[in-house]
């Protein structure tokens, strides 16, 4: 088996695939594969109401938010939320951290004004601004819990008078949050949820229709409370196997035991590119991501052969980002520890034989 820390889609646990496998074939044992049923039938229902009620218990949502699966990525999400929150003729607050929060911005001016508080862009993006001010006219704020190209991420999430917005696609599930600080929270599954084509939505009931537009159905967040994530035909597959996944995520002690392992695995790898003389880190270390672990070699022109070394050894996925370079660890949930040491042994061995 291959160690992989692929940034997404990235690795499941083993057994949710195994499952998943099975489902393709015969969804509990009725003969049919989960592929060949209603999405309306009694047992795909029972599918979503487990995966709704999983995310509702694991992060502890409150009263007055709703839980939906839609799809379109996170990507659609850049548009969705201003289309819904953002009344033409004023600002939406933005952190610039990165790509995506940066594509977030450019969606927004679709509907309304964004307004950049921060960025750290001449700085490509390698620790996450502070001490900046939030519009208090601003109808939200927008930030992206973890930035999957540069490996930074915010471990303290700032106070906001304005509802909070948060990208959260690289980082959900993967350390406890307090949903009643978000105004909405938005995740891509294809990390540590599920494949890719289901979008976790969570979002207050009280912010939406206010936005003083007509909005089309589909990009209508109201639209899919009223139908339960069920407006058209969702997409099956993916919400089952995110299903099992936080099926999963429970019977590990749930997200603070997750958290847990994960600050262990990254505790692990952090070390040793410190300690390596051969690797170091890009980001501020107090903003150092727990999620994606983004290191560069001291001796550029040893970065292709490493790479070569640690693929022999079967570990894949740990290139950069294309416009970060370098490499980037992604150790999401599913990524065992044990996948971490092996990545610091082929580490320890490439520097012992490039003395
Ligand atoms: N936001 C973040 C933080 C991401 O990491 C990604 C994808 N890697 C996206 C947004 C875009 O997600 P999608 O491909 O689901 O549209």
Partial sequence: MKHNFGAGPGILPHEVLKQSA???LDLNGTG???LEISHRSPEFEAVLNEAVSLVKELLNVPEGYSVLFLQGGASLQFAMVPYNLLPQDKKAAYLETGVWANKAIKEAKFFGTPVV??????NNFKQIP???????????????SNNTIYGTQLHEF???EVPMVCDMSSDIFSREINVADFGLI???AQKNMGPAGATLVIVKNDLLGKAERQIPSMLNYQMHID?????????????YVSMLTLRWIKAKGGVAAIAKANEAKAKLLYEEIDRNPLFKGVCVPEDRSVMNVCFVMEKPELEKPFLKFAEERGLVGIKGHRSAGGFRASIYNALPISSIQALVEVMQEFAEKNK
Avoid: C, Q, R, W
């Fill in 227 to 239: 139908n339960g994530s069920m407006y058209n035909t969702p997409p099956v597959f993916a919400i």
């Fill in 32 to 34: 049919l594969s989960l």
């Fill in 186 to 188: 938005y995740a891509g």
């Fill in 22 to 24: 099975e489902a393709v």
């Fill in 130 to 144: 502070k001490n900046y001010e939030v519009p208090s006219d601003a109808v939200y704020f927008h930030v992206t």
């Fill in 158 to 160: 700032p106070k906001s």
């Fill in 117 to 122: 508080v921060a960025t750290d862009k001449e």
